[in-house]
């Protein structure tokens, strides 16, 4: 059996960290050096520093963009434009995977594209939060519809927000958002958030959400 059989039987994932790859590579005598080898092969690639993936020729599966957003930097969890699209509420895909963190801002260039992060209250990090199972046990955090969109009404710092009004003016002309869509929203979860998270903007959110669900 050779190098990237053996290494694909021991790490049955396509996302890994260097503690997989050494543990794969316990028998060599220098793993490092085989490492190198190994990406000057492009068997596999380095997205960061201590995180991988499998080279095209190497992969069973694609590999999760969304897992590596939670792995590069963290904590962490895919929200913002992102996941606004990820749950079918705005028309345009975001280039950028977009999260929220409770460190400091952070933006990634890597092989596998760019990754973007913005700061969010740790008191509301895990409100309206959902786990995504995917197989091999591998599983991912995002923001669902509600948080995601409290996210980027809380990251657009230059927007002036102050009457349902307007707010629904910005969601349904500039984040092109239906109003049967918003409509669906938990305006309950909404006031979750916008408790945790001090803001003004998403007591807004809310309220309008709840006006649209009474028609």
């Not at 039987?9 to 396509?14: L, Q, R, T």
């Not at 400091?104 to 594209?113: A, C, D, L, N, S």
Request: hydrophobic share 40%; glycine share 6%.
């Amino acid at each position: 059996m050779g190098v990237p059989e053996s290494l694909r039987k021991a790490i049955p994932w396509e996302e890994f960290d260097y503690q997989a790859l050494l543990d794969a590579l316990q028998d060599y005598a220098h793993p490092r050096d085989k490492i190198s080898d190994l990406l000057r092969k492009d068997v596999i690639v380095r997205v960061k520093k201590g995180l991988y993936i499998f080279g095209d020729s190497y992969r069973k599966q694609p590999y999760s963009r969304e897992i590596l957003a939670n792995l590069i930097y963290g904590p962490s969890c895919v929200s913002l434009e992102y996941a606004l699209h990820n749950h079918g509420l705005t028309p345009e895909r975001s280039i950028a995977l977009t999260s929220v963190t409770t460190k400091r801002p952070k933006k990634f260039e890597t092989p596998v594209g760019l990754f973007l992060y913005k700061n969010v209250p740790e008191a509301g990090f895990h409100v309206g939060l959902q786990r995504v199972e995917l197989e091999n046990g591998r599983a991912f955090l995002i923001a669902g519809p509600e948080k995601a969109l409290a996210d980027k009404f809380r990251s657009d710092r230059g927007l002036k927000i102050r009457s349902q009004k307007e707010c629904l003016d910005y969601l349904v002309n500039s984040l092109r958002i239906e109003e049967s869509d918003l409509a669906n929203l938990d305006a309950g979860l909404l006031m979750k958030i916008a408790k945790a998270y001090g803001s003004k903007r998403i007591h807004f959110l809310s309220g309008m959400v709840r006006r649209l669900r009474k028609g």
